[in-house]
């Protein structure tokens, strides 16, 4: 498939460059935006011959850095857009260090195999340079095209070792499930007085995240992990709007106290709004801080029924007011009416 792409003067000189010695690819990203048109600031290169290409820009008098180039990788700085050139390679793990053992890869293919999902393992050959445009003829070996017409997130070769190879993919697949969410739109679309909405589309959201992950058959802790983020990912957006300490106590209880849990939920949220919430990570961060004051001891002379939820109700009450002493907490505890919504059903 043949496709094209405007570059800027910085770039094309770049590319022509690297093609004065060596077959230059976009990969990555770069290639993905070219058929769904998100927005890539910097851009992606890979080489057949690596020597070659570092020694090319040295040459053209790029400014460059070398800091990864035992990963088989070099920064080429454009004035404020940064173009990674990379050698093809493979990567090996040891399972315990998240850091590849890199080597030249004899083949495209081979470098492709090593990427995290089919959508980012296109390449596009630079086929032709002229007037600010890049003629590329693109080549999909893992069939990311059709995956992105179907809007399949699916790993290239087996997920499990995907994933345990690299942690950090795991961030990369609660991107792409954050990505997702808008799958779930047209089952809950709302027009009124002209307005569109889309009520409780994260809730189809988790449920198709957590289908695709089981379809991967990917461990229950992942899949709860995965779920709970993407579920309760609005409630990140309306509490870095608000800062309810009362509701970020709440979204703490429901998101189990975890910090990786909440740190997950947090990402996909920011993933999604595509900003920082460095405020509201702080004051979480700060109320994950606190010891738990308040035991199943504490609330034994309570009726069996009541106990579950006054822990709950004082927990939430001591992460809100952010108390830090026993005996203050005690006597919020005797002042607690459990509401009628977090007790038990009667059998």
Do not use: I
């Amino acid at each position: 498939m043949r496709v094209s792409m405007q570059v800027s003067a910085q770039v094309e000189r770049l590319v022509r460059a690297l093609a004065s010695v060596t077959c230059v690819y976009l990969v990555g990203g770069t290639v993905r935006a070219l058929f769904t048109g998100e927005e890539v600031k910097d851009m992606d290169l890979a080489v057949e011959d690596f020597d070659a290409a570092v020694e090319a820009l040295r040459m053209h008098g790029f400014s460059v850095s070398e800091e990864a180039r035992s990963f088989r990788v070099v920064k080429v700085f454009l004035g404020d857009q940064v173009v990674d050139v990379a050698g093809f390679r493979t990567e090996t793990y040891d399972m315990v260090s998240r850091k590849p053992v890199t080597a030249p890869a004899r083949s495209m293919f081979e470098d492709a195999s090593r990427r995290d999902f089919t959508f980012n393992a296109m390449y596009a050959r630079v086929a032709s340079v002229y007037h600010g445009a890049l003629e590329l003829e693109v080549e999909d070996p893992f069939g990311g095209l059709q995956d992105l017409e179907r809007r399949v997130v699916r790993a290239v070769g087996d997920a499990r070792v995907r994933f345990m190879e690299d942690p950090l993919r795991m961030l990369r697949a609660v991107r792409f499930a954050v990505l997702l969410h808008d799958v779930g739109k047209p089952d809950t679309v709302t027009v009124r007085d002209d307005k569109v909405t889309f009520p409780g589309h994260e809730s189809v959201s988790a449920e198709m995240a957590e289908a695709w992950l089981r379809a991967m058959r990917f461990p229950n802790r992942v899949v709860h992990a995965v779920r709970s983020a993407v579920e309760h990912h609005m409630r990140v957006h309306r509490l870095a709007e608000a800062m309810s300490r009362r509701a970020m106590a709440r979204l703490l209880l429901d998101l189990g106290e975890s910090p990786s849990l909440v740190e997950l939920t947090l990402r996909v949220a920011e993933a999604d709004a595509g900003t920082r919430y460095t405020e509201l990570r702080a004051a979480l961060a700060e109320m994950l801080s606190l010891p738990r004051l308040v035991t199943g001891s504490d609330v034994l002379s309570y009726p069996e029924r009541l106990r579950g939820p006054l822990l709950r109700l004082a927990r939430e009450v001591q992460l809100a007011q952010g108390v830090r002493d026993r005996d203050q907490m005690l006597r919020l505890l005797r002042g607690l009416t459990v509401p009628k919504a977090m007790l038990p059903a009667s059998t």
